[in-house]
């Protein structure tokens, strides 16, 4: 295929359907359905507490540690890989490899459990999936400026995000329904010829519901790999246009290993001489560990602290929730765009802060499904807008260069070290309080401190 021309409509869009590609990931294994399932696993427990690596963990804290845990991997291998990949020019084959490991980290889930022999191999499933994700979204990112013109930019990243939540609904409608109702889908929901001749309703309904209910699990197991598949079949076409990177004719040595990082302690430098750039990247480090704690913990706060009255409730109510808020982000990333584009980047953003901040208040005294359903909707309108216009705020602010790989490497490291600490910061509340109630509320305070320092950044490159 031949080379498109930067700013054309084939690349960009082809670029963005990368987010419809790997949002199924996002929605069904990080927002909804593994959450979910990852709950069911804990329902015989009246503490929900899980042995591994030789402690006894709070269920919600293990996996927002492990979380944690691959933010930090990612945040210092992908300076390195980033610094490979520029130094070589093949920063496509790097999101390829992520891709995969992602994909089939997202089909290891089938096997996920709990037990003493098995919880180690299915985190590693886990961490597979998540690493996976973020780790090719540094090397998808750095492809912006490399493919729009700088006023391209926040129309094309809006519409990246708003392609990845139609996508990703779509798949996620395709696994409730399977969910709810795995009948319709083959899974066996028959019970034992005895329990049906007994005459017994009281037992016979009980045997119905327990063979319902197994074959709902059955179906979240049999979602994660149609998510690994999506992910990985429809990534294809991105792949098939997207420019290989700039070639440089290097091979891979020893000394290139450490080269990423290298390359950020010149950033580093760099950004010394553009405060702009500085000032805004110290705001969005400190605002996105809050919005990315939020996002990777709701629905296990939603399982833990609503009142949803029984099982089946709490599953409708937790998807439906999901789903709201994927729709509304739709919304949400467009109106942010127009915003942008008419009070500017920064003014909106503080904007979309403030009701950040004003979520983790509501969130701390919520207790009915419908309260969540609100909180929801309003989740749903800030998130894509906060993450599109963060992306795009970034690519405009950045200096004259064709080293984009390594500022956006950057990037991705402020943002993953920051998910690190508050992710500990939320896990360790949760673990010694056992309320994930006052842990939301600590957020507001990296809220706070995002808005003042928003307010800082100048208007003009200095």
Same mark, same amino acid.
């Given at each position: 295929?031949?080379?498109? $021309?930067? *700013?054309s409509k084939k690349l960009l869009n082809a670029w963005a359907f990368?987010?419809?590609?790997?949002?199924?990931?996002?929605?069904?294994?990080?927002?909804? +359905?593994?959450?979910?399932?990852?709950?069911?696993l804990f329902l015989g427990q009246t503490e929900k507490t899980v042995l591994a690596f030789g402690i006894? %963990?709070?269920?919600?804290? @293990? +996996?927002?540690?492990?979380?944690?845990?691959?933010? =930090?991997v990612v945040a210092f291998t992908s300076p390195i890989l980033s610094g490979i990949a520029?130094? &070589?020019?093949?920063?496509?084959?790097? !999101?390829? %490899?992520?891709?995969?490991? /992602?994909g089939l980290g997202c089909i290891g889930l089938y096997w996920f459990g709990i037990e003493p022999d098995e919880i180690h191999l299915s985190l590693l499933f886990y961490f597979m999936g998540l690493i996976g994700y973020w780790g090719s979204l540094v090397f998808y990112n750095s492809y912006l400026p490399d493919i729009a013109y700088p006023e391209q930019q926040d129309k094309i990243s809006a519409k990246g995000f708003s392609m /990845?939540?139609? /996508?990703?609904?779509?798949?996620? @409608?395709?696994? =409730?329904? !399977? &969910?709810? $109702?795995?009948?319709? %889908? *083959?899974?066996d929901t028959s019970i034992s010829a005895e329990i049906a001749e007994s005459g017994d309703k009281e037992k016979i309904a009980i045997a119905i519901q327990k063979a319902k209910d197994s074959a709902s699990f059955e179906a979240m197991k049999i979602s994660f790999i149609t998510v690994g598949l999506w992910w990985i079949l429809f990534s294809q076409y991105t792949f098939c246009v997207l420019p290989k990177g700039s070639s440089k004719g290097h091979k891979v040595t020893k000394a290139v290993v450490f080269n990423g990082l290298k390359e950020l302690k010149l950033v580093w430098i760099q950004l010394n001489d553009n405060l702009r750039l500085k000032r805004y990247l110290i705001a969005f480090f400190v605002f996105s560990m809050a919005v990315q704690t939020i996002m990777l913990v709701a629905v296990y706060f939603g399982e833990e602290e609503i009142a949803w009255g029984s099982s089946d409730a709490k599953t409708q109510g937790l998807i439906t929730s999901i789903l709201v808020i994927q729709l509304v982000a739709i919304a949400g990333a467009v109106l942010t765009s127009r915003a942008s584009s008419k009070f500017g980047n920064i003014k909106t953003l503080i904007v979309v802060n403030f009701i950040w901040m004003a979520l983790c208040f509501y969130a701390y005294f919520m207790e009915t499904p419908m309260q969540f359903y609100i909180a929801a909707s309003l989740v749903g309108l800030v998130m894509g807008g906060v993450q599109s216009l963060a992306r795009s705020t970034y690519s405009k602010f950045l200096p004259e260069t064709e080293d984009t790989t390594s500022y956006f490497s950057f990037y991705d490291v402020a943002e993953k070290i920051g998910i690190v600490i508050g992710m500990? +910061?939320?896990?360790?509340?949760?673990?010694?309080? *056992?309320? !994930?109630?006052?842990?939301? =509320?600590? =957020?507001?305070?990296?809220?706070?401190?995002?808005?003042? @320092? @928003?307010?800082?950044?100048?208007?003009?490159?200095?």
């Open positions: 295929m031949s080379k498109l $021309k930067k *700013g990368y987010d419809w590609a790997n949002s199924v990931y996002t929605l069904t294994i990080a927002s909804s +359905i593994f959450p979910i399932f990852y709950s069911a006894v %963990f709070k269920s919600t804290a @293990l +996996i927002t540690y492990v979380t944690a845990f691959t933010f =930090l520029d130094y &070589v020019g093949n920063k496509k084959n790097f !999101m390829k %490899f992520f891709c995969y490991v /992602g /990845g939540y139609l /996508g990703s609904v779509i798949l996620l @409608l395709i696994n =409730l329904a !399977m &969910v709810m $109702k795995p009948d319709w %889908f *083959g899974f500990v +910061i939320f896990a360790t509340i949760d673990q010694i309080t *056992g309320s !994930m109630r006052n842990a939301i =509320l600590f =957020l507001v305070v990296f809220f706070l401190a995002g808005i003042l @320092l @928003l307010f800082r950044v100048p208007k003009e490159k200095l």
